[in-house]
């Protein structure tokens, strides 16, 4: 499994990519799909929703298993990726390519008590 060294992971299994002005695309990383399965429905609030770290945003379902999406930033949500909401079997093809949602968010995402590069997010998954 891949793990790009240009995002930030949470312990959580998600990837934050900086798009700028502190917003972010948050999406589900390689591992976790694998974990998952087939996915099949992406459940996520309304836009203009506040998002907190470490509370339940959302859910994740694969023929599997529901999974809960944490929150990864506190800001928020200010994009939903349609084409998931259409075709979610598209985070199984290109987990990193296809963000789930937009975040506005003011926070370090520098902290290392709260997020993981890339060889972190391995150490974690291995």
């Known amino acids: 499994m891949s ?3 240009t995002l930030i992971y949470t312990p959580e ?10 917003t972010y695309e948050i999406g589900v990383t390689d591992y976790a799909q694998n974990l998952l399965g087939d996915i099949v429905f992406v459940e996520l609030p309304k836009l203009q929703s506040k998002i907190s ?9 694969s023929v599997k298993t529901a999974s809960d999406l ?3 930033l506190n800001g928020v949500m200010t994009e939903i ?3 998931i ?6 985070i199984n093809d290109r987990p990193y390519e296809n963000w789930i949602c937009k975040i ?3 926070d370090d995402t520098s902290n290392l008590k709260f997020f993981l590069d890339a060889s972190r997010y391995n150490e974690l998954t291995n």
């Open 13 to 22: 299994h998600l990837w934050i990519k900086s798009i700028g002005e502190a």
């Open 53 to 61: 770290r470490n509370k339940t945003f959302g859910v994740i379902e």
């Open 81 to 83: 990726n349609l084409d």
């Open 104 to 106: 506005r968010s003011q």
């Open 85 to 90: 909401q259409k075709s979610p079997e598209l």
């Open 3 to 5: 793990t790009p060294n």
């Open 70 to 72: 944490i929150g990864p």
